[in-house]
């Protein structure tokens, strides 16, 4: 990859502005969300971060996290990540994924949110679970959908299991429907995270930045789909990213540029396969940022040397004075 690409650092700095404003009791610091699928882990985090959206790191590929929200108030600033490969559900094995996080998921995270639902334990839980004992990290589980069940006490039976199964430092029942248990999950993260300034602009969500994401989950699915195959020097540049107030709809076009006209040929497939399927799976992603419809347009061209180009570096953030 370049190396003018917009590093980790330089998005932290830009909120190191703010950092001489705050009190020194401020707390700030990552929490890693973990979980099998479907136990409503991004349900939990939009409701706590009181908005839909998701967003993901800088460099999906490069960085361990997946920044999957950043919540700011005036005393604390959390920072939830995900683990590479949680999104992906069934389409990755659960050992596969096990793997991954093993070597360096939990690296740097505060505290780690184990998300379970509420009467169902199945071996995913538990190959979770045995990963989590090796770990030096508190541990919270989140026993989520307590709201299927109408009389409290027939969870006992199951919370007793899981404090046999889990080495935990708390348990908190949390029904993300109901917003039960969410302020309790806020006050337990922060009994683990240090004393510090905020790591992220308080604005760090803000248009520039999905407009930048957007091209990020687009660089991401060429990532995935690809593989090692993934022509370097390879880039995404958003040409249009506006809301149709008729349509109720996101119109996103973007150009996948590539150096050569053979690197074109592999990123479109045979009879244009794979660029429809990460047009597919990249729409669902912004779907999800973007919380509304989107169109999404995705074309392939040839630009030599693009890197050197200066309009293609400002669209893509890595001109401080690009226009948003
Ligand atoms: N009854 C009930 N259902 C919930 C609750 N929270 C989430 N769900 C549902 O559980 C399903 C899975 O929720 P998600 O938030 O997508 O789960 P996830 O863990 O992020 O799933 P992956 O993205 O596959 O890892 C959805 O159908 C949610 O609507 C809850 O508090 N109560």
Do not use: C
């Not at 004992?133 to 026993?143: A, F, K, M, S, T």
């Not at 908190?172 to 004393?195: F, H, Q, R, T, W």
């Amino acid at each position: 990859m370049s190396d003018k690409e917009l590093s980790l650092e330089e998005i932290l700095a830009a909120g190191q502005d703010e950092q001489s404003a705050v009190s020194s009791d401020y707390q700030s610091g990552f929490a890693a969300v973990i979980g099998r699928p479907n136990v409503g882990k991004s349900t939990i985090m939009n409701e706590m971060l009181g908005q839909k959206l998701s967003i993901t790191s800088p460099k999906p590929q490069t960085t361990r996290h997946r920044i999957h929200g950043i919540h700011t108030t005036d005393s604390h600033q959390i920072i939830f990540v995900d683990t590479p490969g949680m999104h992906l559900g069934g389409q990755k094995s659960i050992n596969t994924y096990m793997n991954r996080t093993a070597n360096s998921a939990f690296a740097d995270v505060d505290v780690v949110l184990f998300v379970v639902e509420a009467g169902r334990w199945t071996k995913e839980d538990q190959a979770v679970a045995k990963k989590l004992q090796h770990l030096e990290l508190p541990v919270i589980v989140l026993v989520n959908k307590v709201d299927k069940f109408k009389d409290k006490q027939e969870l006992f039976p199951f919370i007793q299991q899981l404090s046999e199964e889990v080495k935990m430092d708390a348990l908190i029942p949390v029904s993300a429907y109901k917003k039960i248990g969410l302020s309790d999950i806020e006050a337990e993260v922060l009994k683990y995270l240090p004393k510090q300034p905020p790591i992220f602009a308080d604005d760090y969500i803000t248009d520039r930045s999905t407009r930048f994401l957007a091209a990020e989950i687009i660089r991401e699915k060429l990532m995935r789909t690809l593989g090692e195959e993934v022509p370097y020097g390879s880039t995404v540049e958003i040409e249009r990213f506006e809301f149709d107030e008729e349509e109720g709809r996101w119109l996103i076009n973007a150009l996948i540029l590539v150096e050569r006209a053979g690197q074109k040929q592999i990123v479109i497939g045979k009879k244009g396969e794979l660029i429809k399927k990460m047009g597919t799976q990249a729409r669902k992603d912004l779907i999800h940022l973007l919380d509304a419809r989107v169109h999404l347009e995705l074309w392939v061209k040839v630009k030599e040397n693009w890197s050197d180009d200066a309009r293609a570096l400002a669209s893509l953030g890595y001109d401080d004075n690009h226009s948003r």
